[in-house]
């Protein structure tokens, strides 16, 4: 069989960890993939001293492995949207099949690429977009073919849960688990896109396309952070028998698709509440399998370069006569499923509510919730701190519409003896 080509563009941390484990593993990949695969170009504005090229061509402009005539699979790993963007759609237009870990990029223009691939009869493959080396992409497009997919859950940004494993363990403040995080690399000197839930959604995005086979659509996904979870509600939160964690949430209902990332409380129990450190889990209910569950690392150079690899021997197997599965799982998409307003989503909630030290005020408060036709179902009723006149009361409810939670927050800041805005996290107990 004819070799296979490859050009990879980016020599970074992902871009290192490709080309090394691609030149270690050559013999079993080119016995799993039925030919041999070369890295024949690579391109990178600066050399890395992690590899040694031993005569690869080598180049500073990215476009130069596009218009290579000897490369035949495209190597995305630059990051970023626009010139990423750039160089996937030129690679496509030259008839090259292109491999990209840019979560980013297929989230908020995998339509456009993908309509752009298929019209010039190419791939655009993008396993290690999500979840690092955990193969879920490929699970749910092949493993999980025969199911109807009810909804998945995921632990997806490794940063967010090595934060708020932290506080959860060892009892430490956000601020102060955040600078440990950025010394170590896992976070960015500015971490908006993981502590914000953004990089969480981008690959809740591109999952939940691939389970409902709806088109990508990042600008939809309720997305909310970690900075304002408090050591405290980590605290009561274990005392009801929950872990708080980062979750990605895509649920199929009969209204349409809940698609939101946000921190939650799960049952201790659960296997994916016990999930810690910078570890990725995807939990996935099929109506025939069940629940499956996906674990492994999130990040890292050759974790991540594990799932490359795999993209680029799934094209090399079929180079001659393209006949890999569709870009998102379906060959007719499904494009009747709404996706839902945060206001019409339903869950149960954990409410921390602080009050007055004074007589009646729980049973006002469990008034108001009445009033909004929400029930509760545990309580939690502390001594005020000393020398403090508010006392903490800790509230889990049964699921409703967020609609009729805002409203009755509203409600409760409202009453004369709540003087504090009301702390609301979402529950979810993962039974389906």
Do not use: W
């Not at 004819?2 to 050009?7: C, E, I, L, S």
């Not at 999500?130 to 199911?147: C, F, H, M, S, T």
């Not at 979402?426 to 039974?431: A, F, I, N, T």
Request: aromatic letters at 4%; proline letters at 4%; glycine letters at 8%.
């Amino acid at each position: 069989m004819k070799p296979v080509n490859v050009g990879i563009c980016g020599l970074g941390t992902v871009g290192a960890g490709t080309f090394n484990v691609l030149q270690r593993n050559l013999h079993d990949i080119a016995r799993r993939a039925g030919r041999p695969v070369r890295i024949v170009h690579v391109a990178s504005r600066r050399d890395n001293s992690a590899c040694q090229l031993n005569g690869v061509k080598m180049s500073r402009d990215i476009f130069d492995v596009v218009r290579d005539p000897e490369v035949h699979i495209v190597v995305e790993l630059i990051g970023g949207m626009t010139v990423a963007k750039e160089l996937v759609l030129a690679a496509i237009a030259a008839g090259k099949d292109v491999v990209t870990a840019n979560k980013a990029l297929i989230a908020v223009h995998g339509n456009e690429i993908f309509a752009a691939a298929e019209a010039n009869n190419v791939v655009v493959a993008y396993e290690a977009a999500v979840a690092g080396g955990i193969p879920i992409i490929k699970a749910i497009r092949e493993g999980l073919v025969a199911n109807h997919i009810q909804s998945l859950a995921g632990i997806i940004n490794g940063t967010g849960n090595f934060i708020l494993t932290e506080m959860s363990e060892k009892g430490r403040a956000f601020a102060d688990v955040l600078a440990e995080a950025q010394a170590l690399g896992y976070a960015e000197a500015d971490p908006a896109f993981d502590v914000e839930g953004i990089d969480a959604a981008h690959k809740l995005t591109i999952l939940a396309s691939n389970a409902f086979g709806i088109p990508l659509q990042f600008s939809k996904v309720y997305t909310e952070g970690i900075t304002e979870i408090t050591s405290e509600d980590v605290q009561y939160a274990e005392e009801l028998g929950y872990r708080i964690k980062h979750l990605g949430l895509a649920r199929r209902t009969d209204a349409g698709v809940e698609l939101r990332v946000h921190p939650t409380l799960i049952p201790a129990k659960r296997l994916i509440a016990n999930v810690n450190g910078v570890m990725n889990a995807v939990l996935v209910f099929g109506d025939a399998v069940g629940p499956t569950m996906y674990y492994g690392q999130g990040a890292g150079d050759e974790a991540t370069a594990s799932a490359v690899i795999a993209d680029i021997v799934d094209i090399a197997r079929d180079i001659d006569s393209p006949g890999l599965v569709p870009h998102l799982g379906f060959s007719v998409e499904t494009t009747d499923l709404p996706v839902l307003s945060a206001e019409e989503m339903i869950t149960a909630y954990y409410l921390r509510i602080s009050v007055k030290d004074e007589v009646g005020q729980m049973a006002k408060i469990a008034e108001t919730l009445s009033m909004h036709g929400i029930n509760m179902e545990a309580i939690i009723q502390k001594e005020a701190p000393e020398d403090e006149l508010l006392v903490p009361l800790i509230l889990l409810t049964q699921p409703v519409k967020e609609k009729a939670m805002n409203a009755a927050i509203l409600s409760i800041e409202a009453l004369p003896a709540v003087t504090a805005k009301v702390v609301r996290i979402r529950v979810e107990r993962l039974d389906s």
